[in-house]
């Protein structure tokens, strides 16, 4: 789980939750959206051209090609040592995915946002805990009481993967368990 923040054209994502190699609170990614890049001498360079899709992935997805951005990710070994930043790609995916490519090492991540309904029930419950108080909204990165922090996201685990088990007791599939193979099959949704 990740928290998304914008500075002007700057994405930055923070860890949540965390792993043996990033911990939670680290960035875990960052990207420039800017619409003009520029270099670091000053001179301008051109964005990154979009993906194109396949004709059965832009009928699915509603484009036929999908806005990608330059960007930094965060690697460490495990103990957030040796901690190095290496070149990437934010990948936007129609209105409420994307995903982040940590190009040297050929890795991606996919994200999605909660659905509005799941999103309102955390927020309703966060606001009934003891621990957040009645109406309280959710706590804010710069909120400096963990214990508050760490009951909000822990709710929000315990909804997400509820919400989830759910969905596969009910028998819905994960129309994003298979966006990306390295092999030309009709699963490949990326040209």
Not at 89 to 113: E, K, N, T, V
Not at 127 to 142: A, C, D, R
Request: charge should be negative; charged fraction near 25%; include cysteine.
């Amino acid at each position: 789980m990740i928290n998304v923040t914008y500075s002007g054209d700057l994405l930055t994502a923070y860890k949540v939750t965390g792993d043996n190699n990033v911990p939670r609170g680290e960035i875990t990614f960052q990207a420039d959206l800017s619409p003009l890049k520029t270099t670091r001498g000053g001179k301008p360079q051109e964005s990154l051209q979009p993906i194109k899709l396949t004709e059965s992935a832009a009928k699915k997805w509603g484009t036929s090609q999908l806005p990608r951005y330059s960007g930094s990710g965060s690697v460490a070994e495990e103990g957030f040592i040796n901690q190095q930043w290496m070149d990437g790609q934010l990948i936007m995916i129609g209105d409420s995915y994307f995903s982040f490519a940590w190009l040297p090492i050929s890795h991606q991540i996919f994200f999605g946002r909660p659905s509005p309904e799941l999103a309102l029930k955390m927020l309703r419950e966060a606001g009934n805990s003891e621990v957040m108080g009645i109406g309280t909204p959710p706590p804010s990165v710069e909120d400096d009481d963990v214990g508050k922090m760490r009951a909000y996201i822990t709710r929000c685990l315990d909804e997400t993967d509820a919400h989830f088990e759910d969905e596969v007791l009910e028998g819905k599939s994960n129309e994003f368990s298979c966006i990306w193979h390295n092999e030309a099959t009709e699963e490949c949704f990326f040209e």
